[in-house]
């Protein structure tokens, strides 16, 4: 099945079912399906093709939501621009993606006159239905290239294994750039269920984030779990709150045990699932959360779902044992294709396991991984320096990149704090070749990172700390951060 189709085939089982809920807006999918087909057959008529990368430069909204299923009908690669980025971040995504067409407010509102007959575009499963562009330590986001078979499969275990129906309410957390979203936007369509659009204002007050799930009666809660540790730490829940929610996921990130055990503790009518997996993979393994005792420091990160494979590798190569630490690896089919535009990048990370043993390729998650007795996985960090903070995949190499792109910077280096409420926060260690404020940097950095990657703090020094062979000594920055 095709990603669209699943919003063709409520339309026909439900039209009158409220599909989207918008602030004091609400679409039905009868409506929703119908909008999409003016837009997709606005597109067409606009030179959009079966395989064009149409850039969706839009806040998250009913007509975001419709220009993404417009794409998808018109045959064509649906690429969700982050509006609040840089315009040069969003210019290098646009020239890497070669896209050719972008979709803006202004557009959608020109588009949306035609007639509201589906087009007929011939699109098979393994044809690419959509790029997400993800941090790159060369300075350039990648393009992770995921097709309609890569989102369904996903989307169909997740709706049998959450039972998402039709009589739920899916909020709608994560912007449509991350790889959340698509839990958010096509299961809710496969079950017929709605989808509740969660407003930034709600977001940033966890008081007031309580408040709209309890109002908006929502039922299956997705987001990462910086958001649902300050929902626990400052929302004000009383045991027993938020009484129509029935399933907390969350993703992206580690929980810390206290605050979850505390969450729980508020929600205890809820099921809690913990799921993991880079963009790369969707998501590839899973768990629900047990109740915790004090003692407990970790969740485990589940195991794999159906049909998706996951292996955690020493570094001689051979299979991590009980208790082992090895790097996961995973195949099936929620595993995208590679990175646009980038054979060597492709390469390195889909790879053959054991080396010529042929058959599908495994990607390389650069995630390490122990294996309880139990079978479950858990999390033991990165092989790289890639870090999460407030669930959004950073690489420390990109920041870097920007920072050294001012011309007074002479060398930079960038660490990962650990943060109780963030994951991470990000310290910046400067060197400068001439006099140079904080502010001016982060002004600077502001124009070319999403706000996510910005430091939250800058040090200026004379020099780096080195270490014997002549590198910059990073582990002692981080130490230093860590302990002022």
Not at 248 to 266: H, I, Q
């Amino acid at each position: 099945m095709l990603l669209h189709e699943l919003l063709e085939a409520a339309a026909r089982r439900t039209p009158r079912q409220v599909a989207i809920v918008d602030g004091e807006r609400e679409c039905s999918y009868e409506e929703l399906d119908a909008t999409a087909n003016r837009l997709a057959n606005g597109l067409i008529g606009r030179g959009v093709e079966p395989g064009d990368r149409v850039g969706l430069h839009l806040k998250k909204s009913v007509d975001a939501v419709a220009a993404i299923y417009a794409t998808l009908k018109a045959g064509a690669v649906y690429v969700p621009l982050d509006p609040d980025a840089p315009a040069a971040r969003v210019a290098t995504v646009v020239d890497d993606g070669a896209i050719a067409h972008v979709v803006d407010a202004d557009l959608v509102d020109r588009l949306d006159r035609g007639p509201t007959d589906a087009p007929v575009v011939e699109r098979r499963p393994d044809d690419l239905a959509y790029l997400l562009y993800t941090s790159g330590s060369t300075g350039r986001p990648k393009g992770v290239m995921l097709s309609h078979r890569n989102g369904t499969a996903f989307v169909e275990w997740a709706g049998r294994e959450y039972r998402v129906g039709a009589d739920d309410r899916l909020s709608s957390h994560a912007p449509l750039h991350f790889d959340l979203s698509i839990f958010d936007l096509f299961a809710a369509a496969a079950a017929g269920a709605t989808l509740v659009l969660v407003p930034r204002q709600a977001s940033m007050f966890p008081v007031e984030l309580a408040s709209f799930i309890e109002r908006r009666g929502i039922t299956v809660w997705y987001s990462v779990p910086s958001v649902l540790n300050a929902l626990v730490r400052r929302g004000a829940l009383a045991r027993g709150a938020l009484p129509e929610l029935r399933l907390v996921m969350f993703a992206g990130e580690v929980f810390p045990t206290a605050p979850l055990r505390a969450l729980m503790a508020a929600v205890p009518h809820a099921r809690f699932a913990n799921l993991y997996g880079p963009t790369e993979t969707n998501v590839c393994t899973a768990g629900d959360v047990p109740a915790l005792r004090r003692d407990d420091d970790v969740v485990p990160i589940g195991r794999p779902i159906t049909g998706v494979e996951v292996v955690a590798v020493t570094d001689d190569g051979g299979l991590a044992g009980r208790g082992e630490v090895g790097e996961l690896l995973v195949r099936g089919p929620t595993v995208a294709a590679g990175y646009w535009g980038d054979a060597a990048g492709t390469a390195a990370r889909w790879v053959e396991f054991p080396p010529g043993a042929g058959g599908d390729r495994w990607y390389r998650t650069g995630d390490l991984a122990r294996t309880r007795a139990d079978g479950a996985f858990e999390f033991a960090g990165r092989r790289d320096d890639q870090v999460k903070s407030r669930g959004y995949r950073i690489e420390l190499g990109d920041v870097e990149h920007a920072l050294q792109a001012h011309p007074l910077v002479a060398e930079s280096a960038v660490v990962a704090v650990p943060d109780e409420l963030l994951t991470n926060r990000l310290k910046a260690f400067v060197v400068a070749t001439s006099p140079v404020t904080v502010h001016e940097l982060l002004t600077d950095l502001a124009t070319r990172l999403p706000r996510a990657m910005v430091p939250t703090e800058v040090e200026l020094r004379s020099a780096l700390p080195r270490t014997a062979t002549g590198k910059i000594d990073r582990q002692q920055l981080l130490k230093e951060a860590t302990n002022p």
